[in-house]
């Protein structure tokens, strides 16, 4: 352990992994540390994301959604399947094997890209100096030209309702119960708390979810918003909107809440809580004051837009610095900053990293949305399109929501691209595409998309930004 590297990374999050892959190609001798291991004794890799985040919820729901469709959905189109039942062990453990089998292979990408990896604590002591402490509390000091902190976001606890990992849980407990509760309760209806709300109450649970916020999802374009909203509470979820959590109380294996809302005082009783409140950047106990790093007032790694620090050689990425928590801004942030580190320019256009909320209908976007651009004082206009107008939405039975899309007023430059519909996640690429080459409205128009497909209605949405859509089918015919 005594060798120089010429990078060293803490932490093997989607930013972490990344990071040490890019910087492997482009020839730095590289070295990732990673303090996460399993029952077995085994180093765990990418994170969050891998382990309690983006892969097993997305398993969870692509189940759960399976599930739900073969009950309200089959018998509509003429399948006929009869008892259909859940068996949640064998789901979860169908999630874990999937999560494994993802882990196995980022170990092995790192392996043939001689990415050294050292399982341990990593705590930065200089520009050139990483401790490690590793098994048995033995400490190590690696010496390296560059540190990437990577340490990501642990979620936020909250005195009113602390988790205890079995009745009152964060994000992790909720992708593992073992039965389905009763009656779910929710605190946040962020993108934690309808995703996994949409999980449960598929599988059969009464969802509560209570939100401090007087507006659902309101960082969300409003016009999507408030039609998701009507949607998942047609499809059963309770969302409470604010909803001050004051209290809670566990009594035999129930939580007892109280909150307020209206001005009025009100108790629910559930048989299991999760806590989604947001979560706060990592960053407990990795960097000593001789380090000289500096924490921004939000309690994030204080960065520049090349994810430089204060310190020279010293970089921090993904949830641990500014912007969105997401795993792919994670991992744009570590091939930027691997790259700068190899000599070579990097940027990142912030603008254009696209978010999904993975529920049913799926909510994406890119850009900026109309309240933004409201408050900019941009001059705008706009163009919608149903997808019950859209043949392949209607051969699929999924017509819920739409597209819209904001572009510049004068110049027809795309502003941003929201999208509420099946697949929205995958659709919300050709904004991102569209958005990164400076596409106008009018070019989406004048590309030829295939038929039958849900990404004509992008095209159909940019026609309509000058008033063209051609399929706009009246709803009642
Ligand atoms: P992390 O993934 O948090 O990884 C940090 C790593 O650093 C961990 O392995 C940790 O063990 C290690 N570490 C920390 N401190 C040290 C130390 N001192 N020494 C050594 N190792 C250390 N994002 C999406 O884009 N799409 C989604 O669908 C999505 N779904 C999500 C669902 C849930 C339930 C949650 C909780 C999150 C979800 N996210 C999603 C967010 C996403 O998981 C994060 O944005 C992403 O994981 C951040 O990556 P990161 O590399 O910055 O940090
Ligand atoms: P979030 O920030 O998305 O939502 C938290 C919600 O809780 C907000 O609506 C907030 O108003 C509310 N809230 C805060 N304090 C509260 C309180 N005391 N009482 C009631 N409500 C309260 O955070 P969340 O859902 O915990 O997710 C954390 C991060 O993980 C997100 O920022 C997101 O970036 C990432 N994530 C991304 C997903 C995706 O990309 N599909 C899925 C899940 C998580």
Redesign the pocket.
Same mark, same amino acid.
């Given at each position: 352990m005594s060798d120089k590297y010429d990078v060293i990374i803490i932490g093997t999050g989607p930013g972490g992994y990344v990071a040490g892959i890019r910087a492997a190609q482009l020839g730095l001798k590289t070295a990732c540390i990673e303090k996460w291991v399993n029952i077995d004794g085994n180093i765990v890799y990418g994170g969050?994301c891998l382990n309690v985040?983006?892969i097993p919820?997305k398993a969870l729901l692509e189940i759960s959604y399976n599930f739900v469709n073969a009950i309200e959905k089959f018998e509509l189109i003429g399948i006929n399947v009869s008892n259909i039942t859940i068996d949640i062990i064998k789901m979860i453990n169908s999630k874990n094997k999937t999560v494994a089998t993802i882990n196995r292979g980022i170990s092995a990408i790192l392996k043939n890209n001689n990415i050294t990896v050292i399982e341990g604590i990593g705590k930065v002591l200089s520009s050139n100096k990483v401790e490690v402490t590793g098994k048995n509390c033995i400490k190590n000091i690696l010496n390296t030209d560059n540190i990437i902190i990577a340490t990501g976001?642990v979620? #936020?606890e909250?005195s009113?309702a602390p988790v205890n990992g079995d009745t009152i849980v964060d994000?992790s407990g909720a992708l593992n119960f073992t039965a389905v509760p009763d009656h779910l309760g929710i #605190?946040?209806?962020?993108?934690?708390? #309808?995703?996994?709300g949409s999980v449960w109450n598929r599988l059969g649970s009464k969802v509560t979810i209570?939100?401090?916020?007087s507006k659902f999802?309101?960082?969300v374009d409003e016009d999507l918003s408030k039609e998701a909203y009507k949607l998942f509470t047609k499809q059963g979820i309770d969302i409470q909107l604010g909803?001050?959590?004051i209290s809670s109380k566990i009594n035999d294996k129930k939580i007892q809440v109280i909150y307020t809302k209206d001005n009025s005082i009100k108790t629910i009783v559930f048989d299991k809580l999760i806590v989604? #409140?947001?979560?706060r950047p990592c960053i407990d106990n990795i960097l000593y004051s001789s380090a000289g790093v500096v924490i921004d007032e939000k309690k994030f790694i204080q960065v520049n837009e090349h994810c430089k620090t204060n310190v020279s050689g010293i970089y921090a990425i993904g949830?641990v610095v500014r912007g969105?928590?997401?795993?792919h801004k994670a991992s744009e942030e570590g091939v930027m900053v691997a790259n700068i580190i190899a000599g070579h320019k990097s940027e990142i256009n912030y603008n254009t990293i696209p978010?999904?909320?993975?529920t049913y209908p799926e909510i994406a976007w890119v850009g900026k949305n109309e309240q933004n651009i409201k408050t900019l004082g941009i001059e705008y206009k706009i163009g919608t399109f149903p997808f019950y107008s859209c043949g392949r939405s209607m051969a699929t039975n999924s017509t819920e929501g739409f597209i819209k899309i904001i572009a510049n007023a004068k110049t027809d430059r795309i502003l941003g691209i929201h999208i509420l519909g099946q697949h929205a996640?995958e659709l919300i690429a050709n904004g991102v595409i569209a958005m990164e080459f400076g596409a106008s409205a009018e070019d989406i128009a004048l590309t030829c998309f295939a038929h039958p497909t849900l990404s004509e209605s992008i095209r159909e949405a940019a026609l309509a930004v000058s008033g063209n859509a051609i399929n706009i089918v009246n709803r009642n015919i």
């Open positions: 969050t985040g983006c919820s976001s979620p #936020i909250t009113v994000s #605190i946040g209806a962020g993108a934690i708390g #309808i995703e996994i209570l939100e401090s916020e999802l309101h960082t909803a001050i959590v989604s #409140i947001g979560r949830d969105p928590m997401l795993a978010n999904v909320i993975y996640g």
